[in-house]
T-cell receptor, first 116, second 114 residues
Framework: DAGVIQSPRHEVTEMGQEVTLRCKPISGHNSLFWYRQTMMRGLELLIYFNNNVPIDDSGMPEDRFSAKMPNASFSTLKIQPSEPRDSAVYFC??????????????FGDGTRLSIL | GDSVTQMEGPVTLSEEAFLTINCTYTATGYPSLFWYVQYPGEGLQLLLKATKADDKGSNKGFEATYRKETTSFHLEKGSVQVSDSAVYFCALPTSSGNTGKLIFGQGTTLQVKP
């Protein structure tokens, strides 16, 4: 089974440029999560979607960050304009949300973003 | 509110040593509990889980028992290998609605030396 697929794996760009990170969740999953991981702040939840609808974006650091989920199989996280402090590893995760117990999240391998 | 507290790292052990990584939690009710592992350069992977009190989750030689009396879910392994070197995260679902959102501990780095 294909897991969560993120692209690109690595991105290096200059500050001020627009950055778009992509995620394909596991087929059948209806919840999608975007995280950021840095040495200083650890793992932070940025935003999550249920059934393609953004539920909580309180973790999005600034208006420069935006996320969309146009359909059940694709999501993007965009940073415009990018700044050096945005350098981090960005993870996408998906899970199935039903009526019973909360199911574990499945993570992609991440996008390592470096803003020069 | 809901929270997860893990022991501070890094933890450095010799190969074949016994491992314990402590995890305690604060939550409403009796949520499922998870341990995730993150190997260098990779995303988090589910290592094991437990869904109710006294359940023992196990995988790859790791075990953790859901202790509601002590609100703990400590991770143990009897004999660690160099390949177990990674960061380990304890997690539980937030109790504020069935959102699927997880609360993660800060992670504990394990380094196993040959």
């Amino acid at each position: 089974d294909a897991g969560v697929i993120q692209s690109p794996r690595h991105e290096v760009t200059e500050m001020g440029q627009e950055v778009t990170l992509r995620c394909k969740p596991i087929s059948g999953h209806n919840s999608l999560f975007w995280y950021r991981q840095t040495m200083m702040r650890g793992l932070e939840l940025l935003i999550y979607f249920n059934n393609n609808v953004p539920i909580d974006d309180s973790g999005m650091p600034e208006d420069r960050f935006s996320a969309k989920m146009p359909n059940a199989s694709f999501s993007t996280l965009k940073i415009q304009p990018s700044e050096p402090r945005d350098s981090a590893v960005y993870f996408c995760a998906s899970s199935f949300r039903g009526q019973g117990r909360v199911q574990p999240q499945h993570f992609g391998d991440g996008t390592r973003l470096s803003i020069l | 509110g809901d929270s997860v507290t893990q022991m501070e790292g890094p933890v450095t052990l010799s190969e074949e040593a016994f491992l314990t990584i402590n995890c305690t939690y604060t939550a409403t009710g009796y949520p499922s509990l998870f341990w995730y592992v993150q190997y260098p350069g990779e995303g988090l992977q589910l290592l094991l889980k437990a869904t109710k009190a006294d359940d023992k989750g196990s995988n790859k030689g790791f075990e953790a028992t859901y202790r509601k009396e002590t609100t703990s879910f400590h991770l143990e392994k009897g004999s660690v290998q160099v390949s177990d070197s990674a960061v380990y995260f304890c997690a539980l679902p937030t109790s504020s609605g069935n959102t699927g959102k997880l609360i993660f501990g800060q992670g504990t780095t394990l380094q196993v030396k040959p």
